[in-house]
């Protein structure tokens, strides 16, 4: 693949993420939104009781509305970019798939392993949910988690194209997620916790928000392979251009 194709799927790959962040942002707002606001009510209600009250310095309605839609678009445009990057590479090289396939496999390698697995062991939080003085503790604990998570998804396929051979595609497949489980969960078991829930947030809120976020993700991750396959197939693998018949009138 030549430095002009690559340069062209990855303006696509963005583009493809600034439209699948579009609908990621629809979904924040209209499902995401109502846990938030629950969160803050509590975290308010919690300042007024201890007496403790900073000052807002973007309101809420800013925070909803421009500052999401800012927030997941750009992360849509940087997923893009970098996912179109990775599209370059795995394309012929994980299988004999068309390009649709192979960036909705790659989108979907991609949620699992930069996004699933990570919040499986360090979960979302709404406002009122952490305490700030482990805020970089856990940023980093998360951080690893995800630069484990894919470093592991990279092994379990290299691990399975080298059992194919003698195993079978689908025996190699299945060799290469058992292993790749046995070894997230080691990971999980080993780093250490951080969760710190405060006493009395309610369960219902804490659980909507988690969902919402798992939904925001999939929604973005989901849109970006079904945008992006389209577009890197009419890059890679154009239809023919159909014959152009000219109709001449003759005298």
């Known amino acids: 693949m030549n430095s002009v194709t690559v340069r062209t799927l990855l303006v696509r790959g963005m583009l493809a993420g600034l ?4 609908l990621a942002f629809v979904f ?70 068309s390009p649709r396939a192979t960036a909705a496999l790659v989108a979907l390698a991609g949620f699992l392993t930069a996004y699933l697995v990570p919040i499986l062991k ?8 952490g305490n700030p ?12 988690m995800i630069a484990l998570s894919v470093l592991l ?7 399975g194209r080298r059992l194919a051979p003698s195993l079978g595609n689908w025996n190699a497949s299945l060799t ?3 292993a790749f489980l046995a070894a997230v969960t080691v990971a999980m078991v080993f780093l250490p916790s951080g969760e ?17 976020s798992i939904g925001v993700q999939a929604v973005l991750w989901a849109a970006f392979g079904v945008l992006f396959g389209y577009l890197a197939e009419r890059v ?9 018949v000219s109709s001449l009138t003759t005298v």
Request: charged residues 15%; glycine residues 14%.
């Open 122 to 129: 360090y979960p979302a939080n709404p406002p009122a949910v």
């Open 236 to 244: 890679l693998a154009p239809k023919p251009a159909r014959a152009k």
């Open 28 to 97: 924040a707002y209209l499902i995401g939104e109502g846990p938030v606001d629950a969160a803050i009510a509590f975290e308010e209600a919690s300042s007024h009781d201890m007496g403790a009250m900073g000052e807002e310095l973007v309101s809420r309605s800013v925070q909803s509305t421009a500052g999401l839609a800012t927030g997941v678009l750009v992360y849509g445009v940087a997923i893009g970019g970098i996912v179109a990057l990775v599209f370059c590479f795995a394309l012929g090289r994980i299988g004999q798939f």
């Open 196 to 212: 710190n829930t405060p006493k009395g947030f309610p369960a219902t809120t804490l659980w909507e928000f988690r969902i919402a």
């Open 153 to 159: 998804g990279v092994a379990a396929i290299l691990l």
């Open 133 to 144: 003085d482990t805020l970089d503790q856990r940023t980093i604990l998360f951080v690893l």
């Open 176 to 178: 290469a997620g058992g």
């Open 19 to 22: 439209g699948a962040g579009a």
